[in-house]
Protein backbone atom coordinates (compact mmCIF):
# COMPACT_ATOMS: atom_id res chain seq x y z
CA UNK A 1 0.00 0.00 0.00
CA UNK A 2 1.21 3.59 -0.62
CA UNK A 3 2.11 5.49 2.54
CA UNK A 4 -0.64 7.46 4.07
CA UNK A 5 0.56 10.86 5.11
CA UNK A 6 0.06 11.90 8.64
CA UNK A 7 0.84 14.86 10.84
CA UNK A 8 1.52 15.33 14.81
CA UNK A 9 0.22 18.15 16.67
CA UNK A 10 2.29 19.06 19.82
CA UNK A 11 5.03 17.77 18.13
CA UNK A 12 7.66 19.37 20.60
CA UNK A 13 6.37 17.77 24.12
CA UNK A 14 7.54 14.21 25.35
CA UNK A 15 4.42 12.72 23.88
CA UNK A 16 5.17 14.37 20.24
CA UNK A 17 8.73 13.45 20.26
CA UNK A 18 7.54 9.89 21.13
CA UNK A 19 5.19 10.27 18.15
CA UNK A 20 8.05 11.29 16.07
CA UNK A 21 10.49 8.53 16.93
CA UNK A 22 7.90 5.63 16.27
CA UNK A 23 6.64 7.16 13.25
CA UNK A 24 10.27 7.02 11.77
CA UNK A 25 10.15 4.42 9.03
CA UNK A 26 6.57 3.48 9.73
CA UNK A 27 5.85 1.12 6.93
CA UNK A 28 2.21 2.41 6.40
CA UNK A 29 2.45 6.02 7.23
CA UNK A 30 4.70 9.08 6.19
CA UNK A 31 4.92 11.86 8.11
CA UNK A 32 4.04 15.35 6.34
CA UNK A 33 3.38 17.97 8.82
CA UNK A 34 4.50 18.50 12.19
CA UNK A 35 2.78 21.55 14.52
CA UNK A 36 3.14 22.89 17.86
CA UNK A 37 2.57 25.57 19.66
CA UNK A 38 2.65 29.25 18.24
CA UNK A 39 5.58 30.02 20.25
CA UNK A 40 7.71 27.71 18.03
CA UNK A 41 5.94 27.96 14.81
CA UNK A 42 8.16 28.50 11.53
CA UNK A 43 10.79 27.48 13.29
CA UNK A 44 13.41 24.21 12.71
CA UNK A 45 11.85 21.21 14.71
CA UNK A 46 15.31 20.44 15.64
CA UNK A 47 15.91 23.94 16.92
CA UNK A 48 12.38 24.38 18.72
CA UNK A 49 12.23 20.84 20.40
CA UNK A 50 14.55 19.64 23.21
CA UNK A 51 14.91 16.20 22.36
CA UNK A 52 14.73 13.79 25.30
CA UNK A 53 14.43 10.74 24.13
CA UNK A 54 16.75 8.10 24.16
CA UNK A 55 16.57 7.04 20.47
CA UNK A 56 18.26 10.25 17.77
CA UNK A 57 15.71 12.22 16.61
CA UNK A 58 15.08 11.37 13.27
CA UNK A 59 17.14 12.89 10.11
CA UNK A 60 13.94 13.88 7.89
CA UNK A 61 12.27 15.74 11.21
CA UNK A 62 15.26 18.00 12.20
CA UNK A 63 15.10 20.82 9.48
CA UNK A 64 10.90 20.07 9.18
CA UNK A 65 9.54 24.04 9.93
CA UNK A 66 6.40 23.70 12.42
CA UNK A 67 3.33 24.45 11.37
CA UNK A 68 0.29 25.99 13.26
CA UNK A 69 -2.03 23.96 14.40
CA UNK A 70 -4.78 24.81 12.43
CA UNK A 71 -6.80 22.30 9.55
CA UNK A 72 -6.44 24.87 7.54
CA UNK A 73 -2.28 25.27 7.52
CA UNK A 74 -1.91 21.00 6.96
CA UNK A 75 -0.44 19.76 3.78
CA UNK A 76 -2.52 16.57 2.17
CA UNK A 77 -2.86 14.99 5.45
CA UNK A 78 -5.45 12.08 6.21
CA UNK A 79 -4.56 11.42 10.10
CA UNK A 80 -3.55 14.13 12.89
CA UNK A 81 -2.00 12.49 15.66
CA UNK A 82 -2.69 14.93 18.87
CA UNK A 83 -0.22 15.40 21.78
CA UNK A 84 -1.80 18.42 22.56
CA UNK A 85 -2.58 19.23 26.28
CA UNK A 86 -6.17 18.44 26.94
CA UNK A 87 -7.55 22.12 26.87
CA UNK A 88 -6.20 22.80 23.60
CA UNK A 89 -7.25 19.59 22.60
CA UNK A 90 -11.00 20.30 23.49
CA UNK A 91 -11.25 22.75 20.79
CA UNK A 92 -8.90 22.08 18.50
CA UNK A 93 -9.83 18.54 17.96
CA UNK A 94 -13.14 18.62 16.33
CA UNK A 95 -11.93 21.80 14.18
CA UNK A 96 -10.00 18.91 12.75
CA UNK A 97 -12.53 16.36 12.80
CA UNK A 98 -14.80 18.26 10.98
CA UNK A 99 -12.52 19.52 7.98
CA UNK A 100 -11.91 15.80 7.42
CA UNK A 101 -8.61 14.72 9.27
CA UNK A 102 -9.01 11.18 11.44
CA UNK A 103 -7.80 12.43 14.65
CA UNK A 104 -6.04 10.00 17.01
CA UNK A 105 -5.94 11.21 20.33
CA UNK A 106 -3.56 10.93 23.66
CA UNK A 107 -5.31 13.83 25.00
CA UNK A 108 -8.38 13.09 27.66
CA UNK A 109 -10.23 15.91 26.27
CA UNK A 110 -13.04 13.81 24.56
CA UNK A 111 -12.80 9.94 26.11
CA UNK A 112 -15.69 10.12 28.09
CA UNK A 113 -18.05 11.16 25.16
CA UNK A 114 -20.59 8.40 24.36
CA UNK A 115 -19.53 8.62 20.38
CA UNK A 116 -16.40 8.38 20.94
CA UNK A 117 -14.43 5.08 20.86
CA UNK A 118 -11.94 4.85 23.81
CA UNK A 119 -9.50 2.49 22.17
CA UNK A 120 -7.10 -0.39 22.96
CA UNK A 121 -7.30 -2.57 19.78
CA UNK A 122 -5.82 -5.55 21.14
CA UNK A 123 -9.12 -5.38 23.71
CA UNK A 124 -11.89 -3.67 21.69
CA UNK A 125 -11.37 -3.32 18.21
CA UNK A 126 -14.96 -3.39 17.25
CA UNK A 127 -15.68 0.07 19.09
CA UNK A 128 -14.13 1.60 16.17
CA UNK A 129 -17.56 1.18 13.74
CA UNK A 130 -18.70 4.15 16.44
CA UNK A 131 -17.10 6.25 14.76
CA UNK A 132 -19.67 5.75 12.15
CA UNK A 133 -22.36 7.10 14.58
CA UNK A 134 -20.37 9.93 15.42
CA UNK A 135 -19.69 11.34 11.47
CA UNK A 136 -23.87 10.97 11.72
CA UNK A 137 -24.04 12.84 14.69
CA UNK A 138 -22.11 15.25 14.36
CA UNK A 139 -22.06 16.08 10.73
CA UNK A 140 -18.05 15.46 10.35
CA UNK A 141 -16.41 13.71 7.67
CA UNK A 142 -13.54 12.87 9.86
CA UNK A 143 -13.78 11.66 13.87
CA UNK A 144 -11.51 11.40 16.83
CA UNK A 145 -10.74 8.21 18.11
CA UNK A 146 -8.77 8.30 21.45
CA UNK A 147 -6.65 6.09 23.39
CA UNK A 148 -6.82 5.68 26.97
CA UNK A 149 -5.13 7.06 30.17
CA UNK A 150 -1.30 5.48 30.45
CA UNK A 151 -2.11 4.01 33.47
CA UNK A 152 -5.64 2.43 32.20
CA UNK A 153 -3.92 0.85 29.52
CA UNK A 154 -1.87 -2.44 30.77
CA UNK A 155 -4.35 -2.77 33.66
CA UNK A 156 -7.77 -2.77 31.12
CA UNK A 157 -5.55 -5.60 28.74
CA UNK A 158 -5.02 -8.00 31.37
CA UNK A 159 -8.84 -7.13 32.85
CA UNK A 160 -10.15 -8.23 29.30
CA UNK A 161 -7.82 -11.56 29.57
CA UNK A 162 -9.20 -12.13 32.88
CA UNK A 163 -13.12 -10.78 32.18
CA UNK A 164 -12.89 -13.31 29.30
CA UNK A 165 -12.48 -16.31 31.01
CA UNK A 166 -13.77 -16.21 34.57
CA UNK A 167 -16.06 -12.67 34.79
CA UNK A 168 -14.57 -9.71 36.48
CA UNK A 169 -16.59 -7.93 39.29
CA UNK A 170 -14.27 -5.55 41.18
CA UNK A 171 -10.71 -4.48 41.68
CA UNK A 172 -8.86 -2.70 44.08
CA UNK A 173 -5.40 -1.01 42.23
CA UNK A 174 -2.53 0.77 43.20
CA UNK A 175 -0.42 2.85 40.46
CA UNK A 176 3.34 3.25 40.72
CA UNK A 177 3.25 5.79 37.89
CA UNK A 178 6.47 7.37 35.81
CA UNK A 179 7.61 10.83 35.62
CA UNK A 180 7.38 11.03 31.91
CA UNK A 181 3.24 10.39 32.41
CA UNK A 182 3.69 13.76 33.86
CA UNK A 183 5.41 15.28 30.44
CA UNK A 184 8.34 17.37 30.09
CA UNK A 185 9.58 19.72 32.20
CA UNK A 186 7.12 17.32 34.61
CA UNK A 187 7.66 16.84 38.52
CA UNK A 188 10.31 19.23 40.34
CA UNK A 189 13.31 17.08 41.31
CA UNK A 190 12.90 18.70 44.50
CA UNK A 191 9.14 17.29 44.72
CA UNK A 192 10.02 13.46 43.61
CA UNK A 193 13.74 12.57 45.09
CA UNK A 194 13.77 10.71 47.91
CA UNK A 195 10.01 10.58 47.76
CA UNK A 196 6.30 9.17 46.67
CA UNK A 197 3.68 11.28 45.85
CA UNK A 198 0.42 9.69 46.63
CA UNK A 199 -2.12 12.23 44.49
CA UNK A 200 -2.10 12.93 40.51
CA UNK A 201 -5.14 15.08 39.79
CA UNK A 202 -8.23 13.35 38.03
CA UNK A 203 -5.91 10.51 37.35
CA UNK A 204 -8.05 8.16 40.00
CA UNK A 205 -11.46 9.05 38.11
CA UNK A 206 -9.99 7.92 34.74
CA UNK A 207 -8.61 4.67 36.01
CA UNK A 208 -11.84 3.77 37.79
CA UNK A 209 -13.94 4.67 34.83
CA UNK A 210 -12.38 4.10 32.07
CA UNK A 211 -11.63 0.38 31.48
CA UNK A 212 -15.31 0.02 32.23
CA UNK A 213 -15.91 1.67 29.20
CA UNK A 214 -13.20 -0.46 27.27
CA UNK A 215 -14.92 -3.47 28.21
CA UNK A 216 -17.93 -2.28 27.54
CA UNK A 217 -20.59 -3.73 24.97
CA UNK A 218 -20.97 -1.50 21.68
CA UNK A 219 -24.22 -0.63 21.02
CA UNK A 220 -24.97 1.00 17.52
CA UNK A 221 -24.74 4.45 18.61
CA UNK A 222 -22.71 4.16 22.43
CA UNK A 223 -20.73 1.99 24.41
CA UNK A 224 -22.61 0.10 27.37
CA UNK A 225 -20.21 -0.01 30.43
CA UNK A 226 -18.90 -2.89 31.87
CA UNK A 227 -20.66 -3.73 35.31
CA UNK A 228 -17.55 -3.73 36.94
CA UNK A 229 -16.54 -1.63 40.39
CA UNK A 230 -12.91 -0.49 40.57
CA UNK A 231 -11.09 1.65 43.17
CA UNK A 232 -7.65 3.15 42.71
CA UNK A 233 -5.19 4.89 44.34
CA UNK A 234 -2.20 6.72 41.99
CA UNK A 235 1.00 7.56 43.05
CA UNK A 236 3.89 9.07 41.22
CA UNK A 237 7.21 7.20 41.64
CA UNK A 238 11.11 8.08 40.86
CA UNK A 239 10.97 6.12 37.82
CA UNK A 240 11.89 7.16 34.18
CA UNK A 241 9.29 5.36 31.61
CA UNK A 242 7.07 2.42 32.22
CA UNK A 243 3.54 2.31 35.17
CA UNK A 244 3.43 -0.23 37.48
CA UNK A 245 0.09 -1.21 38.80
CA UNK A 246 -0.57 -3.59 41.93
CA UNK A 247 -4.03 -5.26 41.23
CA UNK A 248 -6.35 -7.10 43.31
CA UNK A 249 -9.36 -8.76 41.51
CA UNK A 250 -12.60 -10.74 42.38
CA UNK A 251 -13.59 -12.78 39.67
CA UNK A 252 -17.10 -14.66 39.38
CA UNK A 253 -15.47 -18.32 40.34
CA UNK A 254 -12.35 -19.23 42.23
CA UNK A 255 -9.20 -19.16 39.90
CA UNK A 256 -5.83 -21.24 40.74
CA UNK A 257 -3.04 -18.72 40.00
CA UNK A 258 -1.70 -21.00 37.74
CA UNK A 259 -4.65 -21.11 35.40
CA UNK A 260 -4.95 -17.76 35.36
CA UNK A 261 -1.40 -17.35 33.96
CA UNK A 262 -2.40 -19.57 31.04
CA UNK A 263 -5.13 -17.43 30.18
CA UNK A 264 -3.11 -14.66 30.31
CA UNK A 265 -0.71 -15.87 27.95
CA UNK A 266 -2.92 -17.41 25.46
CA UNK A 267 -4.85 -14.10 24.83
CA UNK A 268 -5.00 -13.19 21.20
CA UNK A 269 -6.08 -9.47 19.87
CA UNK A 270 -9.63 -9.42 18.03
CA UNK A 271 -8.79 -10.77 14.71
CA UNK A 272 -9.25 -7.25 12.89
CA UNK A 273 -6.27 -6.01 15.27
CA UNK A 274 -3.95 -8.83 14.51
CA UNK A 275 -0.84 -8.38 12.59
CA UNK A 276 -0.54 -4.90 12.14
CA UNK A 277 2.33 -2.93 12.50
CA UNK A 278 1.92 -2.02 16.11
CA UNK A 279 0.17 -5.05 17.18
CA UNK A 280 1.77 -6.10 20.62
CA UNK A 281 3.44 -9.82 20.10
CA UNK A 282 2.65 -10.77 22.24
CA UNK A 283 -0.24 -9.16 23.76
CA UNK A 284 0.76 -9.95 27.59
CA UNK A 285 3.92 -11.84 28.76
CA UNK A 286 4.00 -13.15 31.99
CA UNK A 287 6.63 -13.55 34.59
CA UNK A 288 6.94 -16.37 37.12
CA UNK A 289 10.04 -14.55 38.52
CA UNK A 290 9.59 -13.25 42.22
CA UNK A 291 10.55 -10.05 41.37
CA UNK A 292 9.38 -9.30 38.00
CA UNK A 293 7.86 -6.99 36.17
CA UNK A 294 9.82 -4.04 37.09
CA UNK A 295 10.18 -1.33 35.09
CA UNK A 296 14.02 -0.99 33.67
CA UNK A 297 13.80 -4.08 32.42
CA UNK A 298 10.45 -5.56 30.99
CA UNK A 299 9.31 -1.36 30.08
CA UNK A 300 10.53 -2.64 26.33
CA UNK A 301 9.00 -5.55 25.95
CA UNK A 302 7.73 -6.39 22.57
CA UNK A 303 9.30 -2.81 21.44
CA UNK A 304 7.01 -1.26 24.89
CA UNK A 305 3.52 -2.43 23.30
CA UNK A 306 3.57 -5.49 25.24
CA UNK A 307 1.48 -5.72 28.69
CA UNK A 308 3.78 -7.01 31.34
CA UNK A 309 1.79 -9.04 34.47
CA UNK A 310 3.93 -10.66 37.16
CA UNK A 311 3.28 -12.50 40.40
CA UNK A 312 0.26 -13.89 40.20
CA UNK A 313 -1.02 -15.36 43.32
CA UNK A 314 -3.97 -15.91 45.43
CA UNK A 315 -5.84 -12.47 47.28
CA UNK A 316 -6.96 -13.73 50.90
CA UNK A 317 -9.79 -10.73 50.33
CA UNK A 318 -11.01 -11.69 46.94
CA UNK A 319 -9.74 -13.83 43.88
CA UNK A 320 -6.52 -13.20 42.57
CA UNK A 321 -3.78 -10.22 42.96
CA UNK A 322 -1.15 -9.48 40.51
CA UNK A 323 1.38 -6.59 39.33
CA UNK A 324 0.73 -4.94 35.71
CA UNK A 325 3.77 -3.30 34.07
CA UNK A 326 2.94 -1.18 30.65
CA UNK A 327 5.52 1.38 29.03
CA UNK A 328 3.35 4.46 29.13
CA UNK A 329 4.64 6.73 26.56
CA UNK A 330 4.58 3.66 23.65
CA UNK A 331 2.06 1.85 25.00
CA UNK A 332 0.06 4.06 26.89
CA UNK A 333 0.59 7.14 24.87
CA UNK A 334 2.10 7.49 21.01
CA UNK A 335 2.22 3.74 20.34
CA UNK A 336 -1.78 3.37 21.11
CA UNK A 337 -2.80 5.76 19.20
CA UNK A 338 -0.50 4.45 16.35
CA UNK A 339 -1.88 0.88 16.74
CA UNK A 340 -5.49 2.77 16.64
CA UNK A 341 -4.58 4.57 13.22
CA UNK A 342 -3.75 1.38 11.35
CA UNK A 343 -6.94 -0.36 12.86
CA UNK A 344 -9.07 2.85 11.10
CA UNK A 345 -6.73 2.70 8.12
CA UNK A 346 -7.33 -1.35 7.94
CA UNK A 347 -11.50 -0.80 8.35
CA UNK A 348 -11.57 1.70 6.07
CA UNK A 349 -12.70 4.20 7.88
CA UNK A 350 -10.44 6.90 6.68
Not at 58 to 79: F, G, H, N, Y
Request: net charge neutral; aromatic share 6%; proline share 8%.
Amino acid sequence: MSQIPVAVLGATGSVGQRFVSLLDNHPWFKVAALAASDRSEGKPYAHASRWILSDPMPAWAREMTLLPCSPQAMPDVKIVFSALPSEQAKTLEPEFASAGFAVCSNASSYRAESDVPLLLPEVNAQHIHLVRHQRLARGWSGCIVTNPNCTSTGLTVAFKALDDAFGLKKAFVVSLQALSGAGYPGVPSLDILDNVIPNINGEEEKVEWEPRKMLGRLDETAIALADVKISAHTNRVAVLDGHTVCASVELTQPVAPEEAMRVLRAYQAPEAARDLPSTPNPVIMVREEADRPQPRLDRLTGKGMTTVVGRVRPDPLLTLKFVVLSHNTIRGAAGGSIYNAELLAREKLL
